[in-house]
């Protein structure tokens, strides 16, 4: 199975700030990679598919990129409503794993 | 709009089944391979199953592998996940996920339905 190491696991940042998280994966994944962001009680959000394309309707303040074993995602400026988890998912092989997450919060 | 609606969950004794259901429109539900994901509580993401368009290929975790079964009807624009000898890991909220037609990215969730397995 491919695993999927995020780093860091917790984040604490200011809005405004710039922001990336690291997802590595144990073998080479190409560039099937997607990116979610998860608020409590939510459901998933699809933020980045194919590492690095934006899926509809979210904001340019968030990009991907990366390729093989290692991936980042962005944010650019955060805004209050960005403060979430954020896990990434590769689509490689079966089985579909994910990260481990990483909650970004308020400093 | 899309909608992904699911049904089913509950609380289960372990040993026990279960059978979730997922109501999908506002898309060609035939045209779009379909996942169930997991997430146990306080815990990350866990996918558990895959399905084909025609429901001729389905994958699934190990973990789940000779208990769980996932089936659709495309008449119906419904997926299921058969759910036997369930075990108090099973504990999560289920989510019903489709996948886009061209990518197979996961782009629309439902907002997941709770199974508990405890006596």
């Known amino acids: 199975d491919i695993q999927l190491t995020q780093s860091p696991s917790f984040l604490s940042a200011s809005v405004g700030d710039r922001v990336t998280i690291t997802c590595r994966a144990s073998q080479d994944i190409s560039r099937f990679l997607a990116w979610y962001q998860q608020k409590p009680g939510e459901a998933p959000k699809l933020l980045i598919y194919a590492t690095s394309t934006l899926q509809s309707g979210v904001p340019s303040r968030f990009s991907g990129s990366g390729s093989g074993t290692e991936f980042t995602l962005t944010i650019s400026s955060l805004q209050p409503e960005d403060f979430a988890t954020y896990y990434c998912?590769?689509?490689?092989?079966?089985?579909?794993?994910f990260g481990q997450g990483t909650r970004l919060e308020i400093k | 709009e899309v909608q992904v609606v699911e049904s089913g969950g509950g609380l289960v004794q372990p040993g026990g089944s279960l059978r979730l259901s997922c109501a999908v429109s506002g898309l060609t539900f035939s045209s779009h391979w379909m996942s169930w994901v997991r997430q146990a509580p306080g815990k990350g993401l866990e996918w558990v199953a895959n399905i084909k368009e025609g429901g001729s290929e389905k994958y699934y975790v190990d973990s789940v592998k000779g208990r769980f079964t996932v089936s659709r009807d495309n008449a119906k624009n419904s997926l299921y996940l058969q759910m036997n000898s369930l075990r108090a890991e099973d504990t999560a909220v289920y989510y019903c996920?489709?996948?886009?037609?061209?990518?197979?990215?996961?782009?629309?969730w439902g907002k997941g339905t709770t199974v508990t397995v405890s006596s």
């Open positions: 998912q590769q689509l490689n092989s079966f089985p579909i794993t």
């Open positions: 996920v489709s996948r886009d037609a061209k990518t197979h990215y996961m782009d629309v």
